[in-house]
């Protein structure tokens, strides 16, 4: 003890010239850890910054709210009370779809609703891209519909649940008509079924192994060759 006290003067100022020399480590950085997320490798935030923003499937698809209805269900010691969502979507240029779904509040019906529409849309060839190529029926259950192309200007003539699905699906001019059971369900079913049957000349014509224009041009009277093969050519579905 008396050895370590009576250091001189000399043989301090070595050792602390040393500490005073060694490099200062720097103001924020932890020693032991590698800031290894600024160069964006490993488990850093760079790599999640680095990371493209996923593109959500169906963005731009139009979402029509048909029906919701109150519904409950019997259990032990009393009802349990919930909702049901029909929907219809669709992207404007001949697919549509729709759904139904359950839950206990009205958003998480219609999210579950809508996703069911978005797995079952069906393919509608359009005449010109607003019409239908030709008239068709359709039903379900004791719901009874019929479809009818009409000109340009007509716009569409349809009430309640057949609206939806023709905004949806991209129509401008039809005339319709339900007869029968006015259920929205029903109604939705029996549109989906008369549109689930529409044809068109170009798959008409490759079914027959013929050309479009021979098509065409049976039903036409004085029609000229080269006005029968302009109507062809406009064909696109």
Do not use: C, W
């Not at 050309?211 to 050519?233: C, F, H, Y």
């Amino acid at each position: 003890m008396m050895a370590e006290e009576n250091k001189t003067e000399a043989e301090v100022a070595p050792e602390a010239a040393a500490e005073s020399a060694a490099p200062a480590a720097p103001e924020g950085k932890k020693e032991g850890r590698s800031n290894r997320g600024n160069d964006g490798k490993g488990r850093g935030r760079g790599r999640r910054n680095d990371r493209k923003p996923r593109e959500e499937e169906g963005d731009e698809l139009i979402e029509k709210l048909v029906h919701i209805n109150r519904v409950s269900k019997t259990v032990k010691g009393g009802k349990r009370f919930g909702f049901a969502a029909l929907v219809v979507v669709g992207d404007g240029q001949g697919r549509a779809g729709f759904g139904h779904g359950k839950a206990r509040e009205v958003p998480e019906a219609i999210n579950k609703a809508t996703a069911a529409a978005k797995k079952k849309m069906i393919r509608v060839p359009l005449k010109e891209g607003r019409t239908l190529h030709h008239d068709g029926n359709g039903r379900f259950g004791a719901g009874k519909v019929t479809l009818r192309s009409a000109p340009a200007g007509t716009g569409i003539i349809a009430g309640g649940p057949m609206r939806a699905v023709f905004e949806s699906l991209g129509v401008a001019d039809v005339v319709t008509k339900s007869v029968g059971s006015s259920n929205p369900y029903n109604m939705i079913r029996a549109t989906f079924d008369a549109l689930d049957n529409q044809t068109s000349p170009k798959s008409v014509a490759q079914r027959r192994g013929k050309k479009i224009a021979d098509l065409l041009g049976r039903g036409s009277d004085g029609a000229s060759k080269a006005e029968v093969q302009a109507d062809a050519d406009a064909v696109t579905e």
